[in-house]
């Protein structure tokens, strides 16, 4: 039998490369989303849409992550929304699980994490043609 070598090397190369462990999700200690974060916009979805606070009406929307696993929405000084969250590693990726305490509220996001300097989150929906939204840090 006839091997091509450098594809043969570069098959290797690839499957060297491949972290096993990344497939299966693991709890992460990350702390960069703890603190509270002002809501800049949205963006995406089916019909490629921007909604920013303003533009709804609210002159501030603020997401608060604590430490105790805790979160927070309050949009113009009124709490409308409060819950835990949990943060895992899959595939080297940050994940954010929120789950409100109103057991009414159906939607339970789950978002890939990812951060812009010290001072952006943005957070994205894990579907197609879902949603990606922007926070800038309060403190």
Not at 39 to 62: N, Q, R, S
């Amino acid at each position: 039998m006839k091997y091509n070598t450098p594809l043969l090397l570069l098959l290797l190369l690839a499957l060297s490369a491949c972290n096993l462990e990344g497939t299966h999700t693991k709890k992460t200690q990350s702390t960069g989303i703890i603190g509270q974060w002002q809501w800049v916009e949205t963006t995406g979805g089916f019909a490629g849409i921007t909604d920013k606070p303003d533009v709804l009406g609210y002159p501030m929307v603020i997401m608060n992550f604590s430490s105790s696993n805790r979160y927070s929405v309050v949009r113009n000084d009124t709490l409308v929304r409060t819950g835990t969250f949990t943060l895992s590693k899959q595939n080297n990726k940050e994940i954010l699980k929120m789950t409100p305490s109103d057991t009414s509220f159906s939607y339970n996001p789950t978002e890939e994490v990812t951060y812009k300097g010290n001072d952006t989150l943005i957070l994205m929906d894990r579907c197609y043609d879902c949603f990606i939204t922007t926070y800038i840090r309060i403190n």
